[in-house]
């Protein structure tokens, strides 16, 4: 391990905003990070960079987790649970997936980011969650440097959530993830209408999971900037929920908006329609904007600061406030 003093973050953030860490060291094993916490208690944990805008410097200790690793684990006939280090890259871990006949995550294929981060915000498409095979969830507790197991129960995920966004935020760093995953009798999930429309044009009317993954990364393709070559966070914004009396007084006036139920007396609101009605779609604005393709999408157009990008997606809630009386969240970690 080698700490390094002033280094810009920029390659270390899709958002590609150019801040600098007073001091950064990165760790490749779960001994190193134990090290590393047992001297130093005010940390900035860094990961993929992928659910992140960085609006100033940082002056604590960036601990950057680049720790790799992947264990097959209690396989049997149906399933395997499989353990994957918190620095493995997201994608590739599903598409390591798919190769070894693995289901449950090919719905969520392509999304940016590392595995050790998919817990916190619970990440989900197209109609699964990512809980949905979590099978526990390993930690490490920052204050003490002892090692913690979660259970599903204890992570207490919800849409886009999770304990360590809450009542655990900083106090925890995720080191590993493990999953169940099964390898037949795969529970396909393909009800939303662009998986459909993608298999049909593909002639696929069985699909397996790699037809499903294929056909997702099809879709975010289409729709969604590389960040490599736009920054980017993927979606900045979480889809409102909204109570059904509130939806029927907001169908009065706009007829054709679309909707999720979620139970009995809520509604999911895509939050990409809301900003695409009320103009921002495809909107520049300096150096940032909302992407032509997808209006949840704000993006970097070279050199935007963060603090441009935060005050976009300000006056995009104030607007959807306005036009819809809808309080529209931020998903991305604003810091």
Known sequence: MHQQKNISLKEF???????????????????????????????????????????????????????????EENKTPSETIVTVQAGEN?????????????????????????????????????????????NSVEAIEIATGKTKHFSTEEC???????????????????????????????????SYGAI?????????????????????????????????????????????IISKNHFIELQKKFPNIPSYPVSETEIKIPAGWLIEQSGFKGKRIGNTGSHKNQALVLVNYGNATGKEIFELAQKIQKTIKTNFDIDLEIEVNVI
């Open 156 to 190: 207490e995920f919800g849409y886009r959530n999770s304990v360590f966004k809450n009542e655990l935020k900083g106090k925890y760093v995720i080191c590993s993830v493990s999953f169940i995953l099964k390898s037949k009798e795969h529970e396909l999930n393909f």
């Open 13 to 71: 953030n899709t958002f590609g905003i150019d801040v600098k860490a007073k001091s950064y060291i990165s760790v490749t094993s779960k001994a190193e990070l134990v090290e590393v916490l047992s001297k130093n208690k005010d940390v900035f944990i860094l990961s993929g960079g992928s659910n992140l805008l960085l609006t100033k410097d940082i002056d604590q200790l960036v601990v950057h987790l680049n720790t790799k690793g992947i264990l």
């Open 196 to 240: 459909q429309n993608e298999l049909h044009a593909n002639g696929i009317k069985e699909p397996s999971i790699k037809n499903i993954s294929d056909a997702v990364i099809s879709i975010r393709n289409s729709k969604l900037p590389n960040p490599k070559e736009i920054g980017n966070s993927g979606s900045f914004f979480k889809n409102p």
């Open 90 to 134: 997201w994608h590739d871990f599903v598409l390591w997936c798919i190769g070894k006949n693995y289901g449950g995550l090919e719905n969520l294929s392509l999304i940016p980011g590392n595995v050790g981060t998919c817990p916190i915000q619970n990440i989900g498409a197209y109609g699964v969650e990512v809980k949905d095979c979590i």
